[in-house]
Antibody, heavy 116, light 108 residues
Framework: EVQLVQSGAEVKKPGESLKISCKGSGDSFSSYWIAWVRQMPGKGLEWMGNIYAGDSDTRYSASFQGQVSISVDKSISTAYLHWSSLKASDTAIYYC?????????WGKGTTVTISS | EIVLTQSPGTLSLSPGDGATLSCRASQGVGGRYLAWYQQKLGQAPRLLIYGASNRATGIPDRFGGSGSGTDFTLTISRLEPEDSAVYYCQQYDTSPFAFGQGTKLEIK
């Protein structure tokens, strides 16, 4: 079974760019879909989109299309979530998880804080 | 896009009680591709049920799932204090794989 390790907490200013990562270890990473999930402070889970690590086929929720980009480097078993211009409303915990069916393996989350 | 609505919003029960959580979909979920997750405070979510009724690895048989089409249920029997958490349903039949808004379970 794959394990997912996420990058550390980030504190950024509005307008800055950011890329956070989710590194897989164990079973063949290339055979998995990897999803990103947002959880704003005190709120529920929001599915942002997913990517197939084998060929980078990517799907987005309409709410996040154009706001973030999801990518993968299968040579290092790592998926990414990227913002080109952060907003205060991007403050949240971001989880990655396997999504080849139900989301059975989760990372511990990356806390992103955007503050001027 | 399939929208999931969970009820109730909050459930307050005593140890030993049974809990019934509901998840209703705005359109049919094919293949019973419906999952339930548990999220305790400060932790990542954990998969409980997949395929509407299959327990994930290591999940005790106090947790059960049922339903098909647009109506799904998570039942938890013999509640324990450690079951205090927010429970989410999610469909993974049709992208986007949205979650319900969650049910908070409090153990008095």
């Amino acid at each position: 079974e794959v394990q997912l390790v996420q990058s550390g907490a980030e504190v950024k200013k509005p307008g800055e760019s950011l890329k956070i990562s989710c590194k897989g270890s164990g079973d063949s990473f290339s055979s998995y879909w990897i999803a990103w999930v947002r959880q704003m402070p005190g709120k529920g889970l929001e599915w942002m989109g997913n990517i197939y690590a084998g060929d980078s086929d990517t799907r987005y929720s309409a709410s996040f299309q154009g706001q973030v980009s999801i990518s993968v480097d299968k040579s290092i078993s790592t998926a990414y979530l990227h913002w080109s211009s952060l907003k205060a409303s991007d403050t949240a915990i971001y989880y990655c998880a396997t999504n080849s069916g139900a989301m059975d393996v989760w990372g511990k989350g990356t806390t992103v804080t955007i503050s001027s | 896009e399939i929208v999931l609505t969970q009820s109730p919003g909050t459930l307050s029960l005593s140890p030993g009680d049974g809990a019934t959580l509901s998840c209703r979909a705005s359109q049919g979920v094919g293949g019973r591709y419906l999952a339930w997750y548990q999220q305790k405070l400060g932790q990542a979510p954990r998969l409980l049920i997949y395929g509407a009724s299959n327990r994930a690895t290591g999940i005790p048989d106090r947790f059960g799932g049922s339903g098909s089409g647009t109506d799904f249920t998570l039942t938890i029997s013999r509640l324990e204090p450690e079951d205090s958490a927010v429970y989410y349903c999610q469909q993974y039949d049709t992208s986007p794989f949205a979650f319900g808004q969650g049910t908070k379970l409090e153990i008095k």
